[in-house]
């Protein structure tokens, strides 16, 4: 049986920001991921949105063989940018952020894009459950320009 790893992808869910840069970083991540890991099953798991870092990374996602993985609350089922049609849906709780915990312990490692609070969060939440391992080989964060309103 061919092994499973899990990236979960966080950032900014709004479309108010460097997509162009965060579009280079995730592509040169992609490919270096699918070199490492040639024979792997890659999921890439984020917020099922379909605006934002989840949508870029659910679309390079299939230039690459990834499987994607949409992980959410509820509340994602009624966003007004819908719901991106990922190849496997995960939804706990109601409320967004219900679903941070058992998201951090579902995934390998994470990349951070920008983001605002919960991205950061959840990015705590990985560092705490992962302490004692060494972070540079499962944690990725990247800032980019936001030109939305905080």
Do not use: C
Not at 15 to 40: C, E, G, T, W, Y
């Amino acid at each position: 049986m061919t092994q499973t790893i899990k990236y979960g992808i966080v950032g900014f869910s709004r479309n108010q920001f460097d997509q162009q840069a965060a579009q280079r970083i995730l592509q040169d991540l992609f490919q270096r991921i699918r070199q490492k890991h040639p024979s792997k099953n890659i999921e890439i798991v984020s917020g099922y949105t379909n605006s934002g870092v989840p949508k870029i990374a659910y679309e390079l996602s299939g230039q690459f063989g990834f499987t994607t993985v949409g992980f959410s609350a509820r509340q994602a089922l009624r966003v007004r940018s819908g719901v991106y049609p990922v190849d496997k849906v995960i939804l706990k709780g109601e409320r967004f952020g219900d679903e941070s915990k058992d998201f951090i312990r579902y995934i390998d490692a994470l990349i951070r894009i920008g983001g605002g609070k919960q991205s950061r969060q959840e990015t705590d939440l990985f560092k705490t459950l992962h302490a004692e391992k060494p972070m540079g080989s499962i944690l990725k964060e990247y800032e980019v320009d936001w030109y939305g309103k905080n």
